[in-house]
C-alpha cells in the first residue's frame, strides 16, 4: 500500500514564475492538506481540501491556491514567486483524525 | 489561535539514558496533540497522539507522551534512548470541533542521542 506521494521532489524557479506541486494520498484518504515549512522552522498549515472544496485555509497570500481532484489527488499552485517562498512543501492525507505525510517537494526560489 | 512551544532547539542525551522533548500547547477547549519525527530530507512520521482518555500515550517505537492539562503540557518521552532516534521532533496540536482541521506545529527540538 503505497503512501502519501508528492511530485516532484525537488524543484528551482526563478522570481515570479508560477509552479505547480502535486499529491496523491495515501489509499482510502479522502482528505488532502498542504504545509510549507521554510528552513529551521515547523510547518505551517496552507489550506486543507475535502470533498474538492477548500475547507479550510492559513495565513497565506492568495498566491497561493489549490484544486482536489474526484480521485482525491490534489495540487498546489503558487504564482508571482517569491525568494521567501523557498521551501519544503509538505502533502498530508487524512481519513479522521490521523495525518499522514509525504516526503515533501523542495522548492528553491533564485 | 491555538500555538506550540518546544522551549528545546536540541536536547542531547547519551545513549541508553532516558529522554523528554518538552512541548506546551495553548488552544482553547480540549486539544487535540500529536507527535511527528522528521529524519533528514524526509517528511513527516507519526509517532503518537492524544485526542481523549489516559493521559499517557503510548506510540510508536518506544516512544511515550504525558499530557497534562494543568500543565497545558504534552511532552515526549522514551525510557531508553537509541542513536538511531536522533532526528528532528515536532509537537502539534489542533483545536477541537467542527470546523477545525489545521495542525500548528511548533518549531521542532533536534534531538542528539550520543553513543
Known amino acids: 500500500d503505497a503512501g502519501v506521494t508528492q511530485s516532484p521532489t525537488h524543484l528551482i524557479k526563478t522570481r515570479g514564475q508560477q509552479v505547480t506541486l502535486r499529491c496523491s494520498p495515501k489509499s482510502g484518504h479522502d482528505t488532502v492538506s498542504w504545509y510549507q515549512q521554510a528552513l529551521g522552522q515547523g510547518p505551517q498549515f496552507i489550506f486543507q481540501?475535502?470533498?474538492?472544496?477548500?475547507?479550510q485555509r492559513g495565513n497565506f497570500p492568495d498566491r497561493f491556491s489549490g484544486h482536489q481532484f474526484p480521485n482525491y489527488s490534489s495540487e498546489l499552485n503558487v504564482n508571482a514567486l517569491l525568494l521567501g517562498d523557498s521551501a519544503l512543501y509538505l502533502c498530508a492525507s487524512s481519513l479522521g483524525q490521523g495525518r499522514h505525510f509525504g516526503p515533501g517537494t523542495r522548492l528553491l526560489v533564485l | 489561535a491555538q500555538s506550540v512551544a518546544q522551549p528545546e532547539d536540541q536536547v542531547n542525551v547519551a545513549e541508553g539514558n532516558p529522554l523528554t522533548v518538552k512541548c506546551t500547547y495553548s488552544?482553547?477547549?480540549?486539544?487535540?496533540l500529536f507527535w511527528y519525527v522528521q529524519y533528514p530530507n524526509r517528511g513527516l512520521q507519526f509517532l503518537l497522539k492524544y485526542i481523549t482518555g489516559d493521559n499517557l500515550v503510548k506510540g510508536s517505537y518506544g516512544f511515550e507522551a504525558e499530557f497534562n492539562k494543568s500543565q497545558t503540557s504534552f511532552h515526549l518521552k522514551k525510557p531508553s534512548a537509541l542513536v538511531s532516534d536522533s532526528a528532528l521532533y515536532f509537537c502539534?496540536?489542533?483545536?477541537?470541533?467542527?470546523?477545525?482541521?489545521?495542525?500548528?506545529f511548533g518549531k521542532g527540538t533536534k534531538l542528539s542521542v550520543i553513543p
Open positions: 502539534a496540536v489542533r483545536a477541537p470541533g467542527a470546523g477545525s482541521y489545521q495542525l500548528t
Open positions: 488552544v482553547s477547549g480540549n486539544p487535540y
Open positions: 481540501y475535502y470533498e474538492e472544496e477548500e475547507r
